[in-house]
């Protein structure tokens, strides 16, 4: 529960900052587009994490099988969501919208790893050379 949470605000105080400039340099429009992708990339990933998270303390075969189930269904929300938009609406959603996905999608997906790994177990004593 507390990587979720923790996960939670990293990816809100990004998000926050990211928008915040981008509204600064470019504009409303740029908000738009903006809180878009970062609504069609944050909803999977907190489904996702919470979903390897809860799988965590089972077998490795179950937690495998979480996080490659978890990147597709990443994948899949977010490229769908950001080509159901682009298709219903061209002339609100185009080339920076997607630079907009790409930022966010990357940036999530790195913050949530970098939770995981560090929640491995540790193993005792020092590595072996």
């Known amino acids: 529960m507390k990587t ?22 470019w504009g409303e429009e740029m908000l738009l587009q903006g809180a ?7 909803a999977p990933a907190a489904l996702t994490l919470a ?12 937690r495998l099988l979480a996080s490659l189930g ?7 929300i977010a ?16 080339k920076p919208f997607w630079c907009w996905v790409v930022l ?4 999530l997906l790195a913050f949530e ?3 995981l790994v560090r929640q491995e177990p540790k193993l005792d004593g020092p590595p072996q050379a």
């Open 4 to 25: 979720l949470l923790l996960f939670g605000a990293g990816v809100l105080l990004f998000g926050a900052a990211a928008l915040g400039l981008g509204f600064c340099c």
């Open 36 to 42: 878009a992708a970062f609504g069609i990339t944050l």
């Open 51 to 62: 979903w390897v998270l809860y799988s965590f303390r089972t077998t490795p075969d179950m």
């Open 70 to 76: 978890g990147s597709g269904f990443r994948m899949a």
């Open 79 to 94: 490229l769908g969501g950001g080509y159901f938009l682009t298709s219903a609406q061209p002339d609100t959603f185009g």
């Open 104 to 107: 966010f999608y990357l940036t």
């Open 113 to 115: 790893m970098t939770l």
